[in-house]
């Protein structure tokens, strides 16, 4: 549609045509004070309240974040006043299953060594080997053939052999009798003497039977007085040997002795009679369980370890051989008049200290500690009993740091 009329200023009439309604009309733009057209994006307006708090928050956290970069948490509750939260534990008296251990290796006991020798005291003429039945290593029962003689020399000592025999009977019952009624202290050098030489004097018995029996023809052969593993064999088939000769050395493995290394500060927990597990390191799957028998604290391992023996009945199925190197661990429980939990030691291995909780505050104190389990550990010096200490954020705790418990726990 055109609309036509009279010009207000007298001039020709003008034209206006309709525009679209979804297209209103746009004033045009003043023109600038200054000449040319003007360039550039429009005027910039004010950001929004949200957008405003918004970006403030950003600054904040990366604020915080940069505190907590350069100066550690320590420094951030500083700058922003934070009063950190701290568990605390009361020390005290605890009962401490400590476990020391040590690597070790499978000896034999001393009652458990048997020697095989020629006790034939009045033979004079050369005894020949003629025969021998086994070499080291050879595992023997009660009865198993070990070397044959020739009988001829002790055909014409029977007497001797008998009264030899009768002697060797004589002292076996008089060991026994002693060690029966307690006539010796448990635990004395007599009491250990005792404890190996009855085993001997038995298979000497044993021995100077079969002696006698090779005098009267019933036999050539001597046999194994006791169950075990023979560990040498002195003779060869041909050879003469003497009266008193050794002819075969039996370790009976069905106990063995186990020598292990423990290291010195955890020596005073353990105690003669206390259990210990024993692993080999070569036989998985394989434990084996015995009894402190002896501690010797004097220093080996460059100082640092004592020995501690642990007698052990070996397996029926896998024995283990002699000089199996093995990792033993020593059940030594203990009750100790002071002991916080684990977690509150710090610096265990070099330098232990603890953080004392003190009106409110907290201090580094050094303590000697003792026996431990994977609960409590015990302290032999350092605080007293009753003392509070720190068992949360405890590395990042400062001296002399103002904290807040929040839980007690009675040592």
Sequence with gaps: ???????????????????????????????????????????????????????????????????????????????????PKVVVAVAGPANIDSQPGGVGSVGTLPQNIFSVSLDAVGVTAPITVTRVFVVPGTPVRVGSPLVALSPAPFRDNVEQLGLTLQQAESTLAADESANALGHVAAGSYANAYLATNIPELKGQVVLDRQLLGIARGNSTSITSPVAGEVSSVAVVPGENVDPGWLLVKIVNTSAVQVTANIELSDLPAVQVGDTATVSPSEVPGVTLYGKVVAIEPNATGGGLEGEVLVDVPNSTTEPLPLGTQVFVNISAPQHVPVAVPEVAVLNTQLNPIVLVVRHGRVYPVAVTVGASDSTWTALVSGIPDGTEVAVSNTQDLRTGEKVRVVQAKQG
């Excluded at 009279?6 to 733009?29: E, Q, W």
């Design 1 to 83: 549609m055109q609309l036509t009329g009279p010009a207000t200023n007298g001039s020709s009439a003008g034209t206006v045509t309709d525009l679209p309604k979804d297209r209103p009309v746009v004033p045009a733009p003043k023109p600038s004070v200054n000449a040319g057209p003007r360039s550039g994006p429009p005027p910039r307006r004010g950001l929004s309240l949200a957008r405003r708090r918004q970006t403030a928050m950003v600054a904040a956290t990366a604020s915080v974040v940069a505190v907590v970069l350069v100066g550690g948490a320590a420094l951030a509750r500083k700058v922003f006043g934070v009063v």
